[in-house]
């Protein structure tokens, strides 16, 4: 994998303001769950506000060992307090471990796995990254059933609580789709949009300035994992809008991979599809 490529995708804004120069004369303690390229760039941030920010826990999946080699690096940390997977979280003596540590902030970038309480009350601010605009689309591949439904997307940071994505929001962010998105297009936007409002909102957090907002749970929408599997099959004897269809089509291609198919003489046959605002494609 081409990290430097997909880091390149990320970047940030070179206009965008430069670290706050504020004096902060305590250390902020961080355990930091991280994952994929926001993982990355996260951690290359915290980095900077060293020694005001210091990672005392690194949590990375072990899904990608090019990415978790890369946060590794970028943090600095030694690599006995480097974890890997959902389960060390999990066990006790880990617990009574990392209270040791005085955490003041877990911070949870893309992380796949929901964490306990007896985890995430050991420290006294959490920041959980979700690509979608809470309340809607909690769960599972937000960016897909906007694509499909219609509904808006964005991004938020919000506190961990017990449920997925219910957390009360420290900040958040519309983030339109484009008439030629696909499922990847607006996945990585999503992904450098939410890097993003870290950056600009994480001293504001850390110092108190900002207070989280409650949610409007009524107006809640969620998603299992395992929808995702019913939007794959295209029923040619059904009848559909033809936004509707095409809307299915690009909320189920990303990049040079497509997952919705229809079957032909018992064989699935599968489709990705490409728009552009010219006849020309690269």
């Not at 409002?197 to 929408?221: C, M, R, V």
Request: with cysteine; net charge neutral.
């Amino acid at each position: 994998m081409d990290i430097k490529k997909l880091q390149s995708n990320l970047r940030s804004d070179e206009t965008q303001k430069e670290l706050p120069t504020h004096h902060i004369y305590e250390p902020n303690y961080i355990a930091l769950f991280a994952n994929h390229m926001p993982g990355l760039k996260v951690a290359e941030f915290l980095s900077k506000c060293a020694p005001h920010d210091q990672i005392k826990a690194l949590y990375l999946t072990g899904e990608n060992i090019d990415f978790d080699e890369s946060i590794i690096q970028a943090t600095g940390i030694s690599r006995d307090k480097v974890f890997t997977g959902p389960n060390e979280i999990k066990n006790q003596a880990h617990l009574d471990w990392l209270k040791k540590q005085d955490i003041d902030t877990i911070i949870c970038v893309y992380w796949p796995w929901l964490l306990n309480e007896n985890a995430f009350t050991l420290a006294k601010k959490t920041i959980n990254f979700h690509p979608a605009l809470l309340p809607v689309n909690r769960g599972w591949f937000p960016h897909v059933h906007s694509l499909i439904d219609g509904s808006k997307t964005g991004v938020t940071l919000h506190q961990i609580e017990k449920g997925a994505d219910t957390g009360d929001i420290w900040a958040q962010k519309e983030v339109c789709i484009l008439a030629t998105d696909t499922a990847k297009d607006i996945y990585d936007r999503l992904q450098s949009e939410i890097v993003k409002l870290f950056e600009e909102k994480w001293y504001d957090i850390k110092i108190g300035k900002i207070k989280a907002s409650p949610q409007n749970h009524i107006a809640a929408t969620y998603h299992s994992k395992n929808e995702i599997e019913a939007l794959d099959r295209i029923d040619l004897n059904a009848t559909l809008k033809a936004k509707d269809l095409l809307n299915r089509l690009k909320a189920r291609t990303f990049g040079n991979r497509g997952f919705a198919f229809f079957e032909e003489n018992g064989e699935k046959i599968y489709v990705n599809i490409k728009l552009s605002k010219t006849n020309k494609f690269e």
